[in-house]
Every structure is written in structure tokens, then in C-alpha cells.
């Protein structure tokens, strides 16, 4: 029976929720998961998080820009509290208020959103902060400006965003990937049977979505693409990480 968002954070009312920011390693940033609330196989976005982290999962975005700002204080205060007990990350998309009132790890943030400097500035040298880029030179930017990692956006054409507009494709994400010192991840359409192509162009990780959130068994589907993503035949030097 599906359980609610709610019930699930009270069963862990008694952890703390605000603790000490910790950045994560490149390693950590080789599969990462973006919730979205309207793709689902039966499961909320907090039984989602909490499988996800079961299959070994380190850093989780939740993305639901529609929910009121009340309901996602409670949900991200509630998935906070999941990804502590997994030693993972939590990261808001968009929203600085919410990200600091909460303690969330960090945020992830698009062109449109809050510049990053001001972000720093609000959440702090210790909140880890993401910004969605299509080109070298908005990621050379991203960098300077004091973001912690990069997320390129459009490797694939997707569904789950209709404005995507221009996608950088894989040959993008190469470019990128050279113009920066960080951590680098892919996001956009990426599946189980195209996930080594974006490592081999010269990201550390993927970012997914339907991946996972329309997986039949989310802890399965986490596995099969750390098998996938950890397969050294094709990968050479610092690409080559092990998941759990």
C-alpha cells in the first residue's frame, strides 16, 4: 500500500535534520537522481528517494517547482532526514529560501534562476551548489562564479522538459567538460543502454530522472546502471570509478 510523504518522514521524527554540510567527492556525483512527482510506477517522491538510496544512490535532487511552498519545506525536511541515515546528499532545485530554512545539503540552480554568487552568499561556503549549463562558456562562468559542480543540460532530447530547447549532445558535453575543473554530470534522456556513452565523453556521473522514478524496482534499475557505468572496458584514467 502506498504510503504518504508524511508518514514516512514521521517514522524518522526522531533523526536530526539540520547537521554539518559536507561536500561530496567525484565519485559521488556518478549517479544522481532528480525526483519528479508526475512520473511514477505507484511510488511517492519520498518512497522513491528512499529506494534510490537503497540502491546506492549518493546525491538526490528533489524537483517539484509546483508543489506549494509549505508541502515542499515538509517534503525535502522529510527526504533530509532519509539521505542523512544513507550518508548521501540532498539538493533543492531552485528555491534558496527553502534550501536554507530546511538545512538541505545544497541547490541546483538553471540560467533563470538565482545567480549563483548570490546563492553562495545566502546558503554559505558549505552548501553545494549546481548550475545547469549548455555551453563552455556558461560553465566557465558557473566556475568562477563558485558553483561546485555542472550539470549539462540537454545530452538527449527528453520529455520531462518541454523547454529544453537546444541540447548540447554528447559532443557538447565533451566541450564542456574540457573548459572546467568540476565535477561534471549529464542529464537528459538518459537510459540504462545510453548512460556509458556520457562517461565516455567526459563526465563523472548522469543525472536521471525516468530512469528511475518509472523503474519497475528503483533499487534494480540503481544497480544495473552502477554495473553499466562501472564497466572498465571502454573507460580509461580518472573516468573509471566503482560504485557500491
Not at 555551453?135 to 558557473?142: N, Q, Y
Request: with cysteine.
Amino acid at each position: 500500500m502506498l504510503k504518504s510523504d508524511t508518514d514516512m518522514g514521521k517514522r524518522n521524527d526522531t533523526n536530526e535534520v539540520h547537521g554539518t554540510r559536507r561536500k561530496p567527492s567525484p565519485h559521488d556525483y556518478r549517479l544522481y537522481f532528480v525526483t519528479d512527482s508526475r512520473l511514477h510506477k505507484g511510488y511517492s517522491v519520498l518512497e522513491q528517494v528512499a529506494l534510490a538510496l537503497e540502491g546506492g544512490v549518493k546525491i538526490i535532487q528533489i524537483r517539484e517547482k509546483e508543489m506549494v511552498p509549505g508541502d515542499y519545506a515538509a517534503l525535502i525536511s522529510a527526504a533530509l532526514m532519509l539521505t542523512r541515515q544513507h550518508g548521501a546528499y540532498l539538493i533543492v532545485n531552485d528555491l534558496p529560501a527553502i534550501a536554507a530554512s530546511t538545512g538541505a545539503d545544497g541547490i541546483h540552480l538553471g540560467q533563470d534562476d538565482m545567480a549563483v554568487k548570490a546563492a553562495r552568499e545566502l546558503l554559505g561556503q558549505d552548501a553545494i551548489i549546481g548550475i545547469s549549463v549548455k555551453t563552455p562558456e556558461e560553465a566557465v562562468k558557473g566556475e568562477k562564479d563558485g558553483a561546485d559542480y555542472i550539470a549539462v543540460n540537454g545530452v538527449f532530447p527528453t520529455s520531462t522538459k518541454r523547454d529544453l530547447g537546444y541540447c548540447p549532445g554528447l559532443e557538447g558535453v565533451t566541450r564542456i567538460c574540457r573548459s572546467t575543473s568540476l565535477p561534471v554530470v549529464g542529464i537528459g534522456g538518459i537510459t540504462l543502454h545510453n548512460c556509458r556513452s556520457v562517461l565516455e565523453a567526459g563526465a563523472q556521473g548522469i543525472a536521471v530522472v525516468t530512469a528511475l522514478t518509472m523503474a519497475e524496482h528503483i533499487p534494480t534499475a540503481c544497480r544495473n546502471l552502477w554495473e553499466r557505468l562501472s564497466d572498465e572496458r571502454q573507460l580509461s584514467g580518472s573516468q573509471v570509478r566503482k560504485g557500491p
